[in-house]
């Protein structure tokens, strides 16, 4: 039998879970004697998650399962290399899931299409709200795309956010109305996170949460509709 696993790949935010940080936060969430990532980042080599893995000294056939957030190059960049290498099994909401595994081109500024090429992945299973994977709850939250999730630890009160929200000095914002399939949607779905008992949120960018989320997610829901919704 393999030697249990004591720890999870990244920097330790708590017991069991690591964050792989960089322009988007990775993070790893040890569920018995396999390792759950959550998001992969841009590299098509999945460089950042598979040197986090190395260093923490974890093998990366230890990869149990890949959660995306969404289908947002920067978050799945990845997939297609650990599928390959580790045969984790991906899985995404069913909205999403077309833009993960090349059926439907993802739009992208043309910027970032320039200096980006997307490497589809087979998506092994296709997620809804309300679902649970492990322990952690799958909740739809669309608005930045149409298949937006986040994954709610309800015993240990984590929410990894995916882009949902994203922390920024302290407070919590949205992403750029420019990224979101539909900002008024992504702005209604934060109703759906205030209903959550929340002790820590996990942002794919900013920092980390660990106090009043709450307060500070009533704060973007007064300011929201001024600062996303009009001009
Ligand atoms: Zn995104
Ligand atoms: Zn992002």
């Known amino acids: 039998m393999a030697t249990a696993l004591t720890t999870t790949p990244g920097v330790r935010v708590e017991e069991g879970v690591g964050r ?16 759950v990532l959550i998001d992969t980042g841009f590299s098509p080599k999945a460089k950042s998650v598979v040197k986090a893995f190395q260093a923490s000294k974890v093998p ?17 960049g990845g997939a297609a ?17 077309p833009f993960v595994d090349g059926r439907v081109k993802a739009p992208m500024p043309r910027i970032m299409r320039l200096f980006m090429k997307v490497h589809p992945a087979a998506v092994a299973s296709m997620l809804s709200d309300g679902d649970l994977v492990g322990p952690l709850q799958v909740i739809h939250t669309p608005g930045h795309t149409p298949g937006e999730v ?5 015993g240990r009160k984590i929410l990894f956010a995916g882009d949902s929200l994203r922390e920024q000095k302290g407070k919590l914002i949205l992403p750029a109305a420019r990224f979101a399939s539909n900002i ?31 307060g500070l997610l009533d704060d973007l829901v007064r300011r929201a509709p001024d600062e996303y919704l009009r001009g």
């Not at 792989?20 to 390792?35: K, S």
């Not at 390959?84 to 909205?95: D, R």
Request: proline share 6%; with cysteine.
């Open 20 to 35: 792989i940080p960089g322009f988007v936060n990775i993070y790893t969430f040890l569920e018995g004697e396999r390792i």
């Open 60 to 76: 990366l056939t230890r990869l149990g399962r890949v959660l995306l957030t969404h289908h947002h190059v920067d978050h799945m």
């Open 81 to 97: 290399q650990l599928l390959q290498s580790t045969g984790a099994p991906i899985s995404c909401h069913a909205e999403d899931a």
């Open 150 to 154: 986040v994954f709610y630890h309800p």
């Open 184 to 214: 008024a949607q992504a702005v209604s779905s934060l109703q759906r996170l205030q209903r959550l008992d929340v002790a820590l949120m996990l942002p794919g960018h900013g920092e980390p949460i660990g106090t009043d989320f709450s």
